[in-house]
């Protein structure tokens, strides 16, 4: 009995001996530095992958905001009809809430300050096209000419 | 004289319909998100498109047989039957697009959901198909379809820059979002080589009873009538840059490309749009629910015609108001149509080797086409763009992934 347990011991000081020689040899000071090399790889992937993610929904906010105020315009010029005005509003808070959904998606987004801030000019607009279509719907064009002054679409005001 | 009325008419036809929810949709986002950039994807797609579409006439015309059935002939059922079920089911998707584009086109006049017109714009299609003969459905969508020439009226107004015009003719790298810039290409490719076309083309040729000897019509109008309708694909593309990309519009929905119509037609700018959708879809629709009738009964040996009074053609009948009930199912679900249009212009591509390999075969077998067979140069090409579509099937859904 009492050789077993010297044996399982000796072959314990083995394994620990060993380890600490691997950890020294350069095999593993290489192999350390791929895993650090593709763990940056990979935070920096995610990283621009973020970054395109959150420029794509930019895009479509500022898109969103550009046709809210195209149709707005185009209504107040008396070119649009009040039936498409209201299915065009209609149709772009349908679009806004679907980006703002898929933005929000991931908690990281929100955590993320431009994130955060693009979160907030959709929310805004969202509340902004709801109040145009009142407004349409009440023909009231002061208000409207109002609203469009205040989209949030030019990218360069959120940065 | 009569041979000269068919080819006017053929090309007219060929311009009116050649714009429909694919092609809307495609160019109106190319134009959109890239201004001119994507102007020779265009070119480039109608020169297949009229390419194939020849081949597929000179089959019909000079063995008699529809595309679908010749290629039945030379291979066997068993080599069509997995590619011919993609197609339909394909086919089935883009009609309900088609379908949905349609109700969009009468909800932007209306202001009613477009869920509510999805029954009626079928039973609508249906009631052509059911009461009217060929030359009444082709020419009569052609002849409507003509209110597409709006586009092309539109981007003429807007005086594009010839120079700026010219450079969209070269194919170019995008300077930003490569893989949405790949994925509309390809989408515009998809979007215009659509399998149902070419079946419905040869079809067609033998419904009209265009024959060997005149060969030429077929010819003339493959090239020229696409060219035109190619034209027309490029005034949405070009109206689009002008009017939606200088103010950061990219096309999510119809309702946004509706405003590409403002600056040059002003209070009838939505009205026009309208009935530009809406014909342009209401035609395709009509033409890929009869494609449906004439792929099961060519494939299956049933008889089939739209000139045949419907009892002796019955399982024909039978089968294209199936794939429309089928294609009204999917549209009823209430997906966004312009989505699902994007969607099956992509799967398109996927199958797009399968509707161009037997070609190769086909334009060489003297026992189909005798003396018109392909030469080296038609082979030449042929067998590039084959290739081409089997690269293409192979990166169009990481695209859409990446891009779409």
């Not at chain 1, 772009?92 to 990281?108: C, G, I, M, N, S």
């Not at chain 1, 719907?137 to 469009?148: F, I």
């Not at chain 2, 509707?355 to 077998?365: K, R």
Request: charged share 15%.
């Amino acid at each position: 009995m009492q050789s077993r347990l010297d044996d399982e011991g000796e072959l314990k000081a083995r394994q620990t001996q060993l380890s600490r020689h691997a950890c020294d040899s350069p095999l593993v000071s290489m192999r350390a530095a791929c895993i650090a090399f593709a763990a940056l790889t990979l935070s920096i992937v995610g990283c621009s992958r973020d970054d395109s993610r959150l420029a794509q929904h930019d895009k479509k906010f500022e898109s969103l905001g550009a046709t809210t105020a195209a149709i707005t315009e185009a209504w107040l010029a008396g070119q649009l009809s009040g039936t498409y005005t209201q299915t065009a509003l209609e149709k772009t808070f349908q679009l806004v809430e679907q980006e703002r959904t898929a933005l929000v998606k991931t908690p990281q987004a929100l955590q993320d300050a431009r994130g955060a801030r693009l979160s907030q000019a959709a929310e805004r607009l969202s509340r902004l096209v709801a109040a145009l279509m009142l407004d349409v719907a009440a023909a009231d064009g002061d208000s409207a000419r109002r609203r469009v002054a205040d989209i949030p679409a030019a990218r360069a005001e959120r940065r | 004289m009569s041979a000269i009325v068919d080819l006017v008419l053929g090309v007219i036809t060929s311009i009116g319909g050649f714009v429909e929810a694919g092609s809307i949709s495609t160019s109106a986002q190319a134009g959109s998100e890239y201004g001119f950039q994507l102007l020779w994807a265009i070119l480039v797609a109608g020169l297949m498109l009229a390419m194939f579409t020849e081949m597929a006439g000179r089959v019909a015309a000079v063995s008699r047989r529809s595309l679908i059935a010749a290629v039945r002939e030379r291979f066997g059922i068993r080599f069509q039957a997995v590619p011919l079920t993609a197609e339909l089911l394909i086919d089935i998707l883009l009609l309900a697009a088609e379908i949905g584009g349609l109700a969009i086109a009468i909800r932007l006049l209306t202001g009613v959901s477009f869920l509510w017109w999805i029954l009626p714009v079928g039973l609508a299609v249906w009631l052509v198909l059911w009461l009217c003969g060929f030359n009444v459905i082709e020419y009569g969508v052609g002849l409507l379809g003509l209110v597409t020439l709006s586009f092309v009226a539109a981007a003429w107004t807007l005086g594009p820059d010839a120079g700026d015009l010219a450079r969209g003719f070269v194919p170019s790298v995008a300077h930003h979002d490569r893989a949405r810039y790949a994925f509309l290409t390809v989408s515009i490719l998809g979007a215009t080589v659509s399998p149902y076309l070419l079946n419905f083309y040869s079809s067609g040729t033998i419904e009209e009873k265009l024959t060997e000897k005149r060969l030429w019509i077929n010819t003339t109008t493959a090239y020229l009538g696409i060219a035109f309708g190619s034209v027309v694909s490029m005034g949405v593309l070009i109206t689009a840059a002008m009017v939606l990309q200088p103010r950061h519009i990219v096309v999510d929905s119809y309702e946004q490309a509706a405003l590409m119509f403002v600056p040059v037609f002003e209070r009838w700018a939505i009205p026009i749009f309208a009935a530009a959708l809406g014909i342009g879809c209401f035609g395709a629709a009509v033409e890929i629910t009869l494609n449906a009738g004439y792929a099961f009964s060519q494939a299956l040996g049933w008889s089939w015609g739209a000139n045949k009074p419907r009892r002796e053609a019955a399982r024909f009948a039978f089968a294209f108001s199936l794939v429309l009930l089928a294609a009204l199912a999917v549209a009823m679900t209430g997906m966004d149509p312009l989505r699902l249009t994007m969607i099956s212009v992509a799967l398109t591509v996927v199958i797009m080797p399968a509707v161009v390999l037997p070609f190769l075969v086909l334009m060489n077998d003297d026992t189909l086409v005798k003396t018109h067979t392909s030469g080296p140069i038609g082979n030449g090409i042929l067998a590039g763009i084959t290739i081409l579509a089997g690269l293409l099937a192979l990166i169009v859904v990481p695209l859409e992934i990446l891009g779409g």
